[in-house]
């Protein structure tokens, strides 16, 4: 077992808070030269997800950082000229192409397993089928390799559905873009620049690059956190974290170990700090033990909870203002009027914030209105009313 050192810093939890937000790019100027390329590659990882009510999660984790991009140029900058792939981080997201080498150990442990949930019916048959359409056709969404479904429920996969998700799971099969939301499959071979497409680097290294990454873009991050960011085991972690130049500091009521960047302890977190709604699955936000620690903010995404039984609403987008969590807006869309269907804000102090994340939201998903439904407490209504008429954008 590695000893680890005692930390020689200790960082207070406002420090720490401030870190963090620096780290995940909503403290200081934005890079917007960089653009949405350049989010991805200081991020890491963009995490991907079927629910669009303002925007889809991979549109909104830009859009929070830059303010309001350009939709279609943040589609582009994901799924042009091979700069990223989709796989397995922290859930289906997309990735940096550069770091198709460091998910070895992940193909390698989908090969080992033998099987997703789905069984091939013929394997060898249905696997060659596929590998020869791409290779005949180039770049195929599902449909036009066969059909994803039998006909039934969304989890009934026809085996060309199943087949080619197995290729994608082991490395074979590539995803570089999506159409209209449709994956498009392509011969890792053929979309994976040829300096990457390897799978030399052994398990130890593929956990030390991603811990070295987690820990970037987290800042500062305990064991769980540095863990959770790309889903590996904590044993993994504690493997690798000696040689990953990670700094051992202690934080003010974490009550745990922490390490922390050494680039993010050189200069102090200070600048301009970011107000805008964030997507329940920004990587600022995913790992909700850690949002608690750091924010004292507990949030739950409510989509999948029964509608009698929400308190925050379907998809309440959290309230990011002078680096805190101040409140939540539940959005949705009719025509072009944004729709705040719930917001629940902790003060007064809250109330001209959630006025302009909302009056900017609308401009940039081109809705020319933004009206506000209910507000908690009720008291907060009609000033929030009033500053959101008073927004610069919609009114």
């Known amino acids: 077992m590695t000893l680890l050192p005692p930390p020689q810093l200790t960082l207070s939890a406002d420090e720490a808070r401030r870190i963090a937000l620096r780290a995940q790019g909503f403290l200081g100027a934005p890079d917007r030269r960089a653009g949405t390329r350049g989010v991805l590659r200081s991020l890491g990882a963009v995490q991907l997800d079927t629910i669009s009510v303002l925007a889809r999660s991979h549109e909104l984790i830009p859009y929070?950082?830059?303010?309001?991009?350009?939709?279609?140029?943040?589609?582009?900058?994901?799924?042009?000229?091979?700069?990223?792939?989709?796989?397995?981080?922290?859930?289906?997201?997309?990735?940096?192409?550069?770091?198709?080498?460091?998910?070895?150990?992940?193909r390698r442990a989908m090969r080992a397993r033998g099987h997703r949930w789905h069984l091939l019916a013929d394997a060898e048959r249905s696997l060659a089928a596929v590998l020869d359409q791409l290779k005949a056709e180039g770049p195929l969404n599902s449909t036009q390799l066969g059909g994803a479904k039998n006909g039934g429920l969304w989890w009934d996969w026809s085996e060309t559905k199943i087949a080619v998700e197995w290729l994608l799971d082991t490395g074979q099969v590539v995803c570089t873009q999506r159409r209209g939301w449709k994956r498009i499959y392509d011969l890792a071979e053929r979309a994976v620049p040829g300096a990457l497409l390897h799978d030399d680097l052994d398990d130890t290294e593929c956990a030390r690059r991603l811990v070295t990454l987690a820990g970037a873009a987290l800042g500062v991050a305990t064991r769980s956190d540095l863990a959770?960011?790309?889903?590996?085991?904590?044993?993994?972690?504690?493997?690798?974290?000696?040689?990953?130049?990670?700094?051992?500091?202690?934080?003010?009521?974490?009550?745990?170990?922490?390490?922390?960047?050494?680039?993010?302890?050189?200069?102090?977190?200070?600048?301009?700090?970011?107000?805008?709604?964030?997507?329940?699955?920004?990587?600022?936000?995913?790992?909700?033990?850690?949002?608690?620690?750091?924010?004292?903010?507990?949030?739950?995404?409510?989509?999948?909870?029964?509608?009698?039984?929400?308190?925050?609403?379907?998809?309440?987008m959290p309230l990011l203002a002078g680096g805190k969590l101040v409140g939540r807006v539940d959005p949705a869309r009719e025509g072009k009027t944004l729709v705040a269907r719930q917001v629940s804000l902790n003060g007064p102090k809250a109330v001209q914030p959630a006025a302009d994340a909302i009056a900017e939201a609308a401009g940039w998903v081109g809705c020319v209105e933004a009206r506000v439904e209910r507000v908690l407490p009720e008291t907060l209504r009609a000033p929030l009313v009033e500053a959101v008429r008073g927004a610069h954008g919609p009114h």
């Open 64 to 106: 929070a950082r830059l303010g309001a991009v350009g939709r279609e140029a943040v589609e582009q900058a994901y799924w042009t000229d091979h700069h990223a792939f989709e796989y397995w981080s922290h859930a289906a997201c997309v990735l940096p192409i550069e770091e198709w080498p460091h998910f070895a150990f992940r």
């Open 228 to 316: 959770d960011y790309h889903r590996l085991k904590g044993e993994q972690v504690t493997a690798v974290i000696g040689d990953t130049g990670l700094v051992p500091v202690e934080v003010e009521g974490w009550g745990k170990p922490a390490w922390a960047d050494p680039a993010a302890l050189a200069v102090e977190p200070r600048g301009r700090h970011r107000t805008t709604l964030l997507s329940p699955f920004d990587s600022l936000i995913w790992d909700r033990p850690r949002t608690e620690r750091i924010f004292g903010f507990t949030h739950r995404l409510e989509a999948y909870t029964p509608k009698p039984r929400r308190v925050h609403g379907y998809f309440a």
